[in-house]
């Protein structure tokens, strides 16, 4: 198969018209919350050079969730996976897992953003199924700030 035959085109609300590697496209088999009715998304990298990456749902153009990575920002986050999700996942190794958290970035401060720690997206990156895991006895927040205070008015 060429690169030219895995790539689709979209045309988002966020983004206008996009290219879309068909290898990039996920199937999520637990929705993410309030989203039940959307299983397929695409990640996209807008701007590469952005800590921030975004799910795009593949059925619904006017929606896509920016995303990142705790490590990014210099947050330890580790948790055990149940062996249930892990098993809908059908995760075989640790190496075929990507981690990432929703981000909350309002428009009138971005410095103000938070991301979800309690209910990362957790991807099968070799069979593209995808879950949104709710966090069981944990202490991560739903809002964790990204940034701390002092750093708001620098």
Same mark, same amino acid.
């Given at each position: 198969?060429?690169?030219?035959? /895995?790539?689709?085109?979209?045309?988002? !609300?966020? +983004?206008?018209?996009?290219?879309?590697?068909?290898?990039?496209?996920?199937? +999520?088999?637990?929705?993410?919350?309030?989203?039940?009715? @959307?299983?397929?998304?695409?990640?996209?990298?807008?701007?590469?050079?952005?800590? $921030?990456?975004?799910?795009?749902? =593949?059925?619904? =153009?006017?929606?896509? $969730?920016?995303? !990142?990575?705790?490590? $990014?920002?210099? &947050?330890?986050? #580790? $948790?055990?996976i149940p062996d249930?999700?892990?098993?809908?996942?059908?995760?075989?190794?640790?190496?075929?897992?990507?981690?990432?958290?929703?981000? *909350?970035?309002?428009?009138?401060?971005? #410095?103000? /953003?938070?991301?979800? =720690?309690? /209910?990362? &997206?957790?991807?099968?990156?070799?069979?593209?199924?995808?879950? #949104? @895991?709710v966090l069981k006895?944990?202490?991560?927040?739903?809002?964790?700030?990204?940034? *701390?205070?002092?750093?708001?008015?620098?």
């Amino acid at each position: 198969m060429t690169q030219e035959n /895995a790539l689709i085109k979209i045309n988002t !609300t966020k +983004f206008g018209e996009l290219e879309i590697n068909k290898d990039s496209i996920f199937e +999520f088999i637990s929705p993410i919350i309030g989203f039940n009715d @959307l299983k397929e998304y695409a990640l996209v990298d807008y701007k590469p050079d952005s800590p $921030f990456k975004w799910l795009q749902s =593949m059925e619904d =153009m006017s929606l896509a $969730f920016p995303i !990142t990575l705790c490590s $990014f920002f210099g &947050i330890d986050y #580790q $948790f055990d996976i149940p062996d249930e999700e892990a098993q809908k996942l059908e995760i075989s190794s640790g190496d075929d897992v990507f981690v990432c958290n929703i981000a *909350n970035i309002p428009q009138s401060n971005p #410095q103000g /953003a938070t991301i979800n =720690m309690l /209910a990362p &997206i957790v991807i099968n990156i070799v069979n593209k199924k995808a879950m #949104q @895991l709710v966090l069981k006895n944990s202490d991560f927040e739903v809002r964790h700030k990204l940034f *701390n205070e002092e750093s708001e008015g620098e």
